[in-house]
C-alpha cells in the first residue's frame, strides 16, 4: 500500500458543525445537472487555467481516436474454419491432461497458427488503437466448459497472466442480469442488471469480454479513447486535469478499511497517460449506497466526474456484440461502458470476462497502483484459480484493495 492509497480509518465526530455534504450526483449522468454545476463553478471560483506540472498540453498517438475515425468492423479479426479445428483439438488435448483449468497457458494449450495471427492484434492493443474484437468461436456446438477453456486458451496469447476478480480466486467472471436469481439487496452494479452502464475503467491492463448469448434488443458495447478525452479537457478545462490527479476517496461499501485515498489520473515517466475509475465508487449503486461516514466528493470532483463521462460519450465507438465474439480492450488507455438492453426467453445476455496483464508488452504500472496490481495479478497460484461455470456472487472488492466486513453481506460488484 503506497501513500497515494492508503486505508482509511473512520474516526468519531467530535464537533457539532455540520461537516461537507454529498453533491448532487448520482451515477447515471444528468446533463442538465452537469451544465449547471460548470457554469456554477466557472462564474463563483478561481480555477487553475495551467495544467498540472509534468502533464502534456496534448497527446499525440493512434491512441487519440473518436469513433468516426473508423470503418464498420475494421477491428474484427474474423476465426478461419481451419483455425476453429485447431482450437477444437487445444481443448481436447488441453481436458486430456486433467489439469485444473487455472493451468491453462500458452504451453498448456498450443495454437502454433492462430497465435501467429494473433500476434499483430495483440501489440496494437498496447501500442496502436487500444482495441480489437475476435470473431468466430462456435459457442453454440461447445459445452459451457469447452467455452470457458477456448476463450482462457486463445486469451492466454493476448495476456499471459490472468487477475483475480474477488476475494475467493474467481479469475472468470459472468457478467448478465442476476435479477431472475438474486435480489434487489444483492445487486450492487449495473454489470448484473439489464441497465445502462456508464463509461469507466476496470482494475488491470486488459478487459476482455467473451459473448455467450447476446440480448434480444440493446446492450451495445461502447468504448472511447481516455486520451481523447484527456486532449479535450486539457485544452478546455486544465482545471480538471488538476482534480483527476489530487487525491480521491473510494468507497469500499462497508468493506475493511471503509475507503482508499488515490488519485484518478496518472502520467507515467514512459509517457503514457493512465486513467482509472468507476463511477459507483463515488456515487454509489442500487443496493449499494454511497456510504454515510465517508468523506463526500467535492463540487469539483462531482464536475470532473461528468465531464469524463460526457466527453467519452460524445467521442465514442459502438461495438455491436455478436455471439461468439471475444472483445480485447486496453483498459489504461480505453473507458468503456453498455447501453441498456432487453432479454427475452430464447435470448438472454451473458458475458464472461477476463483481466489480463501482457509481461512482455505491459506499460508501466504507476506506483500508486502497484498495490493493487499485485493482489489483481500475482498472489494466486494456478490450482487456486477459479472459473466459475455459472454466475456467482463476487466474494469482497480485489479490484480495490478491499476485504469484506464480517457484519456486511456480500454483494454482486462489477
Not at 445487486?187 to 448484473?192: D, L, N, Q, R, V
Not at 446492450?219 to 483527476?244: F, K, Q
Not at 480485447?328 to 441498456?340: A, E, Q, T, V, W
Request: aromatic content about 10%; hydrophobic content about 35%; proline content about 8%.
Amino acid at each position: 500500500m503506497t501513500a497515494s492509497e492508503t486505508p482509511k480509518e473512520l474516526s468519531p465526530q467530535h464537533s457539532s458543525e455540520p461537516g461537507p455534504t454529498q453533491p448532487d450526483i448520482s451515477y447515471h449522468p444528468d446533463l442538465t445537472n452537469y451544465k449547471a454545476r460548470t457554469q456554477r463553478r466557472l462564474e463563483t471560483e478561481q480555477l487553475p487555467q495551467e495544467l498540472p506540472n509534468g502533464f502534456p498540453r496534448r497527446l499525440e498517438s493512434a491512441l487519440v481516436w473518436e469513433g468516426d475515425d473508423f470503418q464498420p468492423d475494421e477491428w474484427v479479426v474474423v476465426l478461419a474454419k481451419s483455425e476453429i479445428l485447431e482450437l477444437d483439438s487445444a481443448i481436447e488435448n488441453f481436458k486430456a491432461t486433467s489439469k485444473p483449468l487455472g493451468f491453462l497457458s500458452r504451453a498448456t494449450f498450443p495454437l502454433p497458427t492462430l497465435s501467429a495471427k494473433l500476434q499483430p492484434h495483440v501489440i496494437e492493443l498496447h501500442q496502436g488503437r487500444g482495441f480489437f474484437v475476435l470473431r468466430g468461436i462456435p459457442v453454440n456446438k461447445y459445452s459451457r466448459l469447452d467455452s470457458i477453456i477456448a476463450y482462457a486458451g486463445i486469451s492466454a496469447y493476448v495476456g499471459d497472466v490472468r487477475g483475480r476478480q474477488d476475494l475467493s480466486g474467481m479469475v472468470l467472471n459472468h457478467i448478465k442480469d442476476l435479477r431472475e436469481t438474486h435480489s434487489d439487496q444483492v445487486i450492487g452494479a449495473p454489470a448484473y442488471t439489464t441497465d445502462k452502464q456508464v463509461f469507466h475503467t476496470d482494475p488491470g491492463d486488459i478487459v476482455s469480454l467473451f459473448a455467450l448469448e447476446e440480448a434480444a434488443e440493446g446492450g451495445t458495447s461502447r468504448i472511447s479513447s481516455s486520451w481523447r478525452v484527456y486532449n479535450e479537457l486539457a485544452s478546455t478545462r486544465p482545471d480538471l486535469i488538476h482534480t483527476l490527479c489530487e487525491p480521491w476517496n473510494l468507497d469500499g461499501f462497508g468493506g475493511d478499511p471503509p475507503y482508499l485515498t488515490r488519485p484518478l489520473l496518472y502520467y507515467t515517466p514512459q509517457k503514457r497517460l493512465i486513467i482509472q475509475y468507476a463511477r459507483r465508487h463515488f456515487t454509489g449503486y442500487h443496493a449499494l449506497a454511497r456510504s454515510k461516514n465517508i468523506p463526500p466528493i467535492t463540487e469539483g470532483q462531482a464536475e470532473a466526474l461528468d465531464a469524463l463521462h460526457f466527453t467519452a460519450e460524445r467521442y465514442n465507438l459502438g461495438l455491436t456484440f455478436r455471439q461468439g465474439d471475444i472483445q480485447y480492450i486496453n483498459n489504461l488507455s480505453i473507458f468503456h461502458s453498455r447501453d441498456g438492453f432487453k432479454d427475452s426467453e430464447t435470448k438472454k445476455r451473458h458475458l464472461l470476462r477476463l483481466w489480463l496483464r501482457n509481461e512482455e508488452l505491459a506499460w508501466e504500472t504507476p506506483e500508486e497502483l502497484k498495490p493493487r496490481w499485485n493482489k489483481l495479478y500475482y498472489e494466486l497460484k494456478p490450482e487456486d484459480q477459479r472459473f466459475p461455470l455459472e454466475p456467482e456472487i463476487r466474494v469482497g472488492y480485489a479490484d480495490l484493495g478491499f476485504k469484506p466486513s464480517h457484519h456486511v453481506p456480500q454483494h454482486a460488484t462489477k
